[in-house]
Structures are given as structure tokens and as C-alpha cells.
């Protein structure tokens, strides 16, 4: 009976607004992924940066052939251009009225919708049907947690082998021991109760040198986890649509072939993951320097262990979701690999062509943050160092390029300061 009144004002209240909330996140998607803005404002500018500078002795022949390559480039600029924002405003067109006609539709087909229903609703925490059954005996609770993804999870991280959680289920339990009280529908809540007065699971946990904060610890991370998995499906959610990338960011700023062979685009959707805890404010940091107009490059000084990388990863991953200032909207944030450029090179003066080769194409791009790590190696001399600052301060003095560069206290004090 729940289900049924649930249903109806499911259908008729809620779904009729996320359907109308959907759309418009469509539509201010498309907007975004079409790139309209930055398109609108360089319509007319060259194909990827490409343009010839005429020489300084001008003849009529190398005259037409600077003008007739420019007027190539930006006329093939502005063709893709001007086709992506006719394609961008058929498919705004399509979707408008794709939601105008399912939003009316969907008030009328009434019973038709109810297998939605059951899949868009929210799974209830197991905790519930404690309370539904009215089990207060520890062991029995224990016994129904234990069995359910929560536990799996939780002995599984703290490397518990489940046989040995099976031996608290045949424990014999004192007549004296208490019920439990279950305030509230949280599995996370109990398994931390139970860690801190169920007396046999609270000497097993003594035993593995672990107490009911680790408990509570861990089952935070496992609901972290599976909202962070919730969200994730709900693909249709603005901030999800938003995290790819635009396909037009890239028409306005230069090729770089070179820099895309020894370098990682940090923007792009990663082989691994990162998890940030209290770096916050360093992340503010890096963005409020970064969208400055002068001296905005960034040394990023550390421990190694502290989080440095992670750091640059997150705010790679604002720059490529957009929360961050005008300045830094359609940066790309890449490692450089200086190693690899130097280990291949047969003399000092090769790698230094090398490197000044490959941030000059950064350079000319436009849009490229370097992140070179263990900067001191490449700032001074010595065994396994190559003094690399007058080219790298050549290209990031002005406002073409910019670097973050990591480093230690310990190395920045001895060769960088």
C-alpha cells in the first residue's frame, strides 16, 4: 500500500520536476559541451593557431602566399566553427521540444511509469528491517550486518578474514549482556555500537589491535563510496554532463604534437583515481595564483606522502569540470616527463634543444599548464641535474605558459632558493 501512494505522488509531483530539471540540464549542457561561447568569440580566428608570418624581405610571391595560407586557415576555422553552432542549435531545438511534448505526456500515462518508479527508488539502509523486525538481541544484529555489502566491505578493508567473523556467530553470549538500542537507521551507527559495548566483538577487535572508531572509519568510507557510486549513474545530473570535455575547447589553441609524446593530459579522464582529505585550501591556492596576470606560477613545496600530486590532480579535475575562474576555463594540465626527453638525448645541448622545442609548442598552444615534478632536478647541477631555467623562465615569464613545479623543503632550500 506504501508503494502505491508512494507511486502517485512520485508520478504526479516529483518526476514531472526532475524531468523538467533533466531538460534544462541537457540543454545547458549542449550548450557547454559545443563549446558556444568560445566558439562565438574566435569564429573567424585561424584553424589550431596555424598563420605564417611574411619575411622581412617581401617579395609579391611570398606576399600571396602568407595571405592565401592565413585566409586558408581562417576560413577553414570559421567553416567548422559555423557548422558546429548550426549543429548545436538543431540538436537545443530537438531536445526543447523532446521535453515540452514527455512533460505534459508523462502526467497521462499514469501506471505505465511505476517500473520507474521501482528503479529510481532509493534502496533504504538494511538497518531498517532491524527495526522492523525488532531484533535488539547484539549477536542476531551482528549476525544480519555482518552478511550484508556493508560488512563484506568492512572486514574485507580491515583485513579480517570472514571465518574468523564467523566464529562471533557461534559465540555463546552472556545472559547479562544488554540489547541493544538502535536510535537510528544506520548500519554504520550500529556497527559502531556494536564495536563499543557487544563485549565478544569488542575483545575481537582489542585482539586485532583495532577499536569502534576504526569501525565507524571504515563504514564511512564504504557510504562515501557507494553515494559517490549513485551519483555516478545518475548520468543526467548537470554536474556529471559537464564533466566532459567540450569538443570546440581545443579549435582556438595550437597543435601539440611533441609535448602530447612526453607529457600526461591530467583534464582527461584518468587510469586511476585520487581521493583529496584537507588539501582544500592549497587547491584555492594553485587556482588564485594561476588566474593571476603576472607571476602566476606555482612551486608546490612538500613532503613526499603529504598529498602534493594529488593536489595538482584535483585541480586538474576543477579545470577539466569547469569550477574554476575565467582565466583557467579551457586549460589543458599536463606532467611533463623531463626525464624521458633527457634520457634520449645524446648531449647536453640535444636536451636542452629538446626541451626548449617542446615548451615552445606550449607555448604557442596557448592554453597548457606544465606540472614538472621534482623541479630542483631541472634548476640546478650536479649528479642525475640539468640547469634548465633559462629556457624554462624564457617561455613561463609571460602569459603563454605557466608551470607548477614540485619539489621538497629540504631540495628547495639547497638548490632552488
Known sequence: MNDVSGYFSWHYLVAPKRIIKIGLN???????????????????????????????????????????????????????????????????????????????LWVIIVGLTFPFYLFFKEKPDPALELIKDKITEPQEIFRFLAETEMGEFLFSRLGIPFEEVKTLLTTKTSPKESPLRIEKPSSARIFHNLAKNWTPFKKFLFDKKLDEEDILAVCRWFERIEKAKRHEARFWELENLLSLRGIAKEWAYGFTVNLDKYSEDLTRPLSYTHHLV????????????????????????????????????????????????????????????????????KSLAKAQSSVDEVLKEATNAGNIILVIDNFDKYASVGSGRVNL???????????????IGITTPNDFQKYIF
Request: hydrophobic share 45%; proline share 2%; charged share 20%.
Open 26 to 104: 541537457f540543454l545547458i549542457f549542449f550548450y557547454h559541451y559545443f563549446s558556444v561561447a568560445l566558439i562565438a568569440r574566435t569564429i573567424f580566428s585561424p584553424w589550431k593557431r596555424l598563420t605564417i608570418k611574411r619575411k622581412r624581405a617581401l617579395t609579391f610571391e611570398n606576399f600571396f602566399y602568407v595571405l592565401s595560407f592565413n585566409l586558408t586557415s581562417r576560413s577553414i576555422g570559421a567553416i567548422v566553427r559555423l557548422s558546429t553552432l548550426l549543429t548545436w542549435l538543431l540538436i537545443e531545438i530537438v531536445t526543447l521540444l523532446f521535453f515540452v511534448i514527455v512533460t505534459p
Open 278 to 345: 584537507g588539501r582544500e585550501k592549497e587547491t584555492q591556492r594553485i587556482q588564485q595564483v594561476l588566474s593571476r596576470a603576472k607571476e602566476n606560477n606555482v612551486l608546490l613545496v612538500g613532503q613526499p606522502g603529504v598529498g602534493r600530486n594529488t593536489i595538482t590532480l584535483e585541480f586538474a579535475r576543477s579545470v577539466k569540470e569547469g569550477k574554476v575562474s575565467h582565466a583557467l576555463i579551457h586549460k589543458r594540465v599536463l606532467s611533463l616527463d623531463l626525464t624521458t626527453i633527457l634520457g634520449i638525448s
Open 389 to 403: 631555467t633559462e629556457i624554462i623562465k624564457k617561455y613561463a615569464s609571460g602569459d603563454k605558459l605557466q608551470i
